[in-house]
């Protein structure tokens, strides 16, 4: 097994992660991570991401779309049977720059209600797609109970880089409290499939927790939950 550790690391180093960047970590937050998945359900690959989830005790959250929910309920059902969490991103993928406040609302108040009408789940957590957004959306969001939420590290998997990719830009940016982007629908996820065990090895290695954003919110005693995550804000990069 240390075999395989040491080749792993060397192979991350020759591909641009740098343990000393890794290890030195100063900020004062709880060692805890939130894996996102934007973009699913899936019918082939949020299976594979829930399975390596199950095989290592990790749970994550899952921003929907419900034009996709809608296709596979069951695949839906498997986020929380897996004890992961479902949150919001909308329905049709709408980019916020051209549809408004309100139309954004109105097309995640239809992904809520469709899974409210399904039985299934939810958590108060929207997501806009690609990142964009404005002070007015997020107050809207926020009379709706909703917490906005974005990342702190994009793994840029939407453009389909390698799996070495994904992994050196999430463990080079790796800290406390880190919330990280991938997607489990929208393309060929294959490489973040195979991204998503090796990340969650090494961070394991290092100390982290995974945890929801429900249990994030409750770590850092967050009450009530803030408009927006991760605090301090910080301006995403475009995704999906």
């Known amino acids: 097994m240390r ?17 000393a960047k890794f290890h030195h970590i100063t900020a004062p937050l709880p060692r805890i991570v939130a894996l996102t998945f934007d973009d699913g359900p899936s019918p082939v690959y949020t299976p594979k991401i829930l399975t390596i989830l199950k095989d290592n005790n990790v749970h994550a959250t899952f921003f929907v779309l419900g034009s996709e929910a809608e296709r596979f309920p069951q695949v839906t059902r498997e986020i929380i049977r897996q004890g992961s969490v ?36 939810t958590v108060a957590f929207y997501r806009p797609p690609y990142g964009n957004s404005s002070p007015r959306l997020i107050e809207a969001f926020r009379t709706h109970g909703y917490t906005t939420v974005f990342w702190s590290i994009d793994t840029r998997d939407w453009a389909m880089p390698s799996t070495a990719t994904i992994i ?42 995974f945890v929801t954003l429900p249990q994030y919110v409750q770590e850092l005693h967050l009450s009530p939950p803030p408009a927006r995550l991760p605090l301090p804000a910080e301006s995403p990069s475009q995704a999906g």
């Open 168 to 209: 050196r830009r999430t463990l080079n940016q790796i800290q406390p409290g880190a919330i990280i982007l991938m997607h489990d629908g929208g393309g060929n996820r294959q490489q973040t499939v195979e991204a998503v065990a090796a990340i969650v090895k090494f961070l394991r290695a290092d100390g982290y927790r």
């Open 86 to 121: 479902i949150a919001n991103h909308g329905y049709g993928h709408l980019n916020f720059f051209h549809a408004g406040v309100q139309r954004m609302w109105l097309d995640a108040e239809k992904t809520q209600n469709l899974l409210q009408k399904s039985g299934i789940p």
């Open 3 to 19: 075999a395989i550790w040491t080749l792993l690391a060397t192979w991350l180093s020759f591909w641009g992660f740098h343990p």
